[in-house]
């Protein structure tokens, strides 16, 4: 009876097109800068409620985390002072990517159930990779895997990882999974499907690989979107090198939350540092991962996976051998060098320390602790992350810890700002393995790559700045 005072218009107009005229369409006719004004203030109302209201801890004050704040800012202001476009940025892409960035470091940081899950995740990557140590077992012998050196913790978990990888595609598992995470960000932050799904699976299958799934697109994709597609690479590592940094002993609960929170980031700072001004072709629509029609069975794609593995650990060695070499080369010059100028024990990492110092200083670390952090993260853009992390949890000639004397705030701050392949080496991996995915974009791709590893280089550091200011 009810219903009989209701117009009928009303009860029979669709649920969308209520919210349309309710919602929609009045806040549509609200200028642009006041939308945007709106979404800053709403946003910094928040980062300030959450940094200054929420109970501190030893693990930091209310003045580092004010410090970590003007490190987010000051990041920021860098870019969009330096972008290709500033008056293209897309400041809705920006700001909900800051405020998902945000939201999942203080579900982490903040509550009980985001730390338990965030850990069980964690925990399941690190038991779903210790599998890996039965066929070392098989192929070596359990003294030799027990040993525990570098090459034979890593190597057999990356080749694991990629083989079961490549027969969770081959089954549709990832494309799904992958889907799912792109039509998140295409929906919230309006990126176009090529952009969201090459996000999305950044920290899973690596920089090189990721774009393999958009390799039909690519040809035709705009100059913003491949920078977007390269700094999603740079900022984020890949689920195949997990288990590498879990055997120098970093958290990998820090790891695959850094990754999480580097995704909506790294495409919030690619938007800002070079937006769009054309129309994708993927624009408005999302993109269907492809499926794998080059292996006739799953063993074919164990087989095709195993490969990728080996590929990647003998590129790891390499890179490793060279530069782990290369940096000794230089300190030894250096150090002999700076004996002629009074200053003892130059090293490469000394220099970077000091370069790097003020960007170090914006995210919160401990004054005693800056120049430590400022070296690692130096050595990390020079050569990889993986000589960092090896750094930061090794041993120096005296037996004596790099992190013994480093609060567990500098430490964490650490782990989360090396987190990233954003390096020169990696600028030369990109250009090399997208280039020959479409040879005539191969200029524009050398064009953006040096910008799009600073812009990933920028994302992770303002990962690590995030969880410093709700820590």
């Known amino acids: 009876m009810l219903f009989a005072f209701v117009p009928t218009t009303i009860v029979s107009r669709p649920i969308e097109h209520m919210f349309s005229k309710i919602i929609a369409e009045p806040v549509s006719r609200i200028p642009i800068y006041i939308k945007y004004t709106v979404g800053v203030v709403v946003l910094f109302a928040i980062v300030l409620g959450v940094s200054l209201g929420t109970k501190v801890s030893e693990q930091g004050s209310k003045l580092q985390r004010m410090q970590s704040l003007l490190g987010v800012l000051v990041y920021t202001a860098i870019l969009a002072a330096t972008s290709k476009h500033p008056k293209h940025i897309p400041w809705h892409t920006v700001i909900i990517g800051f405020l998902v960035q945000f939201c999942i470091g203080c579900i982490v940081i903040k509550t009980g159930w985001g730390h338990d899950l965030f850990s069980w995740l964690a925990q399941m990557a690190s038991s779903l990779l210790e599998f890996s140590r039965y066929g070392a077992i098989f192929l070596l012998n359990k003294h030799i895997v027990e040993f525990g050196t570098f090459a034979v913790s890593v190597f ?198 000091y370069i790097f110092y003020p960007f170090t200083w914006l995210l919160g670390v401990p004054g005693r602790d800056i120049l430590k952090v400022s070296q690692l993260i130096g050595l990390k853009v020079i050569s990889n992350e993986f000589v960092a992390f090896q750094k930061l949890q090794g041993q120096d000639e005296k037996g004596i810890y790099y992190t013994e004397d480093m609060s567990h705030r500098a430490t964490t701050i650490a782990q989360f700002a090396l987190c990233g392949f954003g390096n020169l080496g990696s600028i030369a991996i990109q250009i090399g393995s997208l280039g020959s995915l479409a040879p005539s974009r191969k200029a524009d791709i050398s064009r953006l790559a040096l910008s799009a590893c600073i812009t990933g280089v920028c994302a992770t550091l303002m990962t690590s700045a995030i969880i410093a200011m709700v820590m």
């Open 156 to 353: 057999p978990a990356v080749i694991f990882f990629a083989a079961f990888v490549q027969m969770v595609y081959y089954l549709g598992g990832m494309q799904w999974l992958l889907k799912k995470l792109g039509w998140i960000f295409y929906t919230i932050m309006d990126t176009s499907g090529v952009e969201s799904i090459v996000a999305a699976a950044s920290p899973f299958i690596g920089q090189n690989e990721n774009v393999l799934l958009v390799k039909d697109y690519f040809e035709s994709m705009t100059n913003s979107e491949i920078h977007a597609c390269m700094t999603a690479g740079f900022a984020t590592i890949s689920g195949s090198t997990l288990q590498g940094y879990i055997a120098l002993g970093v958290d990998a609960k820090n790891i695959i939350t850094s990754c999480i929170m580097s995704i909506p980031c790294s495409l919030a700072l690619s938007k800002l540092r070079y937006p769009e001004t054309e129309v994708p072709l993927t624009k408005g629509k999302m993109v269907e991962p492809p499926k794998r029609t080059d292996e006739a069975n799953i063993l074919h794609a164990l087989a095709n996976g195993a490969a990728i593995g080996v590929n990647i650990s003998l590129l790891v060695a390499a890179n490793l051998i060279a530069v782990v070499s290369m940096v000794k080369l230089i300190n030894f010059f250096l150090t002999w060098f700076g004996q002629f100028i009074s200053i003892n024990a130059l090293t490469l990492e000394l220099i970077l320390g």
